[in-house]
């Protein structure tokens, strides 16, 4: 199982940008996927998550801002960053939960980098 993300590069303050992650391999099912990030010399926080119903969830510093929708028949999940902001500079990961039909377990893809400046 991977996870390919894509979508990062550098944007403008106020700008947007659409991250892309693509689950692919022997699927049987995925649970939770969400998005993560890490800023230099900081720890990866968690952005945005979503369950395999569609209910989301958000760190504060992203709601309103940032959207994170899925394609279950693609096996992807998306984030919609709006309006962002030189402190959204990260790498951002792409985290799945993902049963295999032998277990579920936690996936990650290999990071895309978002950088905000003028």
């Known amino acids: 199982v991977q996870l390919q993300a894509s979508g990062g590069g550098l944007v403008q303050p106020g700008g947007s940008l659409r991250l892309s992650c693509k689950a692919s391999?022997?699927?049987?099912?995925?649970?939770?996927m969400g998005w993560y990030r890490q800023a230099p010399g900081k720890q990866r926080e968690a952005v945005a998550a979503?369950?395999?119903?569609?209910?989301?969830n958000y760190a504060e510093s992203v709601k309103g801002r940032f959207f994170i929708s899925r394609d279950n028949a693609k096996n992807t999940v998306y984030l919609q960053m709006n309006s962002l902001k030189s402190e959204d500079t990260a790498v951002y990961y792409c985290?799945?939960?993902?049963?295999?039909?032998?277990?579920?377990?936690?996936?990650w893809g290999q990071g895309t980098q978002v950088t905000v400046s003028s």
């Open positions: 391999g022997s699927i049987f099912s995925i649970n939770g």
């Open positions: 979503i369950t395999s119903g569609g209910s989301t």
């Open positions: 985290n799945a939960g993902i049963n295999t039909g032998w277990g579920s377990s936690d996936y």
